[in-house]
């Protein structure tokens, strides 16, 4: 079995690919050139897909803050175990679920793998915990 790093580094990865599908969208939308200027910040895709695509890449930069400090200190602690790699691995393909779910206006299964991901931090966080609270 892969170990706690493995699926943080095809978590990252996937999320470094999240933007393609939408930038795409814009440059069909504005062509190249137009699209190629550094829009302002709060511009949004027109297209519904790409603009839910949009903030389903920002959720997941947001949530990598979380998920990848807490593998890291798993893997510096010592703490890995099969719990601990599933919970990595549940999150990874947790987070693919919330990015294709979120694209295709999904709802409820959007907020279910939301939610099965942030379990998934949150074992892992409890590990870390519990490891200093057993010291």
């Known amino acids: 079995m892969k170990n ?8 990252i990865i996937a999320t ?22 550094n829009p302002n910040r709060d511009s949004r895709p ?3 897909w790409a603009n839910r695509l949009m903030y389903a890449h920002e959720n997941a930069v ?17 703490l890995s175990s099969s719990a601990t790699i599933t919970a990595a691995m549940v999150y990874f393909f947790s987070r693919i679920g919330h990015v294709i779910f979120y694209t295709f206006g ?15 931090q949150s074992y892992l966080a409890i590990v870390v915990i519990l490891s ?4």
Do not use: C
Request: aromatic share 18%.
């Open 46 to 48: 027109s297209t519904l």
């Open 4 to 11: 706690e790093i493995f699926w943080l580094v095809l978590t």
């Open 16 to 37: 470094s690919l999240f933007w393609v599908p939408y930038i795409l969208d814009r440059i069909i939308e504005h062509k190249l050139i137009p699209a190629l200027r």
């Open 132 to 135: 200093f609270l057993g010291e």
């Open 106 to 120: 999904v709802p409820y299964l959007r907020t279910i793998a939301y939610f099965t991901g942030w379990l998934a």
């Open 62 to 78: 947001e949530n990598m803050v979380l998920f990848a400090p807490l593998v890291i200190l798993i893997q510096y602690m010592e």
